[in-house]
Structure formats: structure tokens, C-alpha cells
Nanobody, 123 residues
Framework: VQLQASGGGLVQAGGSLRLSCAASGRTFSWRVMGWFRQAPGKEREFVAAFQWSDGSTYYANSVKGRFTISRDNAKNTVYLQIDSLKPEDTAVYYC?????????????????WGQGTQVTVSS
């Protein structure tokens, strides 16, 4: 599975962005698609995940109500809609896929990672 994240940019606080994660390769083998983020000097943290089998979604408490994860099966793409952006949302956002691992919110469960896309929110 190869993952390509895009859609990041510089936005003002209160604005919105939609991140995309396009997947190629053995896409039928993944079980969960997730988004993580990593701010400078901080550990990578879970943001949201989508369970492919039943469409269940999972969110970190810090983003509930502002972030929405969704998928487009035909395009093998997962999206992360980010609304009401805050300066503390500034980070590199990574998409990842679980193929063999177990879990949705821990980095160790994910087998494949995209290269990341920068989101910068100005106050």
C-alpha cells in the first residue's frame, strides 16, 4: 500500500481545510485508515480513523466536532475535513493504513505511512 497525503496549507484561525490521502497498491488489504499529526517538538498523535469494513469512525477528543474523516471507495481516497482551525492544530498531518496490526489510535498498529502534509494555522 502506498499513501499520498495532500491538501495542507497556511490558513487563518477559524478557516477550513480538506486533506486527502490517496492510496494505491494492495488497497483491498487494509482494515483501517487513519490520520495522525505531529507538531514541532511533540510526539505524533492520533487524530481520526475510519474502519473500512463497517464505516465506523474514531476521533481524538481534541478534534471531535471539528474534524470529519470520510472515504471515497471509487478513488481509494480518505479525506479529513478540518473546520474551525485553531493555531494548536498546526502540525504535519500523516495518513496511515492498518493491514496486519490491531487498533485504530496507536501508531504501532499502522503498517503503512504517507509522507505527511503541513498544516499551519495563523492566529
Amino acid at each position: 500500500v502506498q499513501l499520498q497525503a495532500s491538501g495542507g496549507g497556511l490558513v487563518q484561525a477559524g478557516g477550513s481545510l480538506r486533506l486527502s490521502c490517496a492510496a494505491s497498491g494492495r488497497t483491498f488489504s487494509w482494515r483501517v485508515m487513519g490520520w495522525f499529526r505531529q507538531a514541532p517538538g511533540k510526539e505524533r498523535e492520533f487524530v481520526a480513523a475510519f474502519q473500512w469494513s463497517d464505516g465506523s469512525t474514531y476521533y481524538a477528543n481534541s478534534v471531535k466536532g471539528r474534524f470529519t474523516i470520510s472515504r471515497d471507495n471509487a478513488k481509494n481516497t480518505v479525506y479529513l475535513q478540518i473546520d474551525s482551525l485553531k493555531p494548536e492544530d498546526t502540525a504535519v498531518y500523516y495518513c496511515a493504513a492498518v493491514v496486519y496490526g490491531v487498533g485504530v489510535s496507536v501508531t504501532g498498529a499502522y503498517d503503512h505511512w504517507g509522507q505527511g502534509t503541513q498544516v499551519t494555522v495563523s492566529s
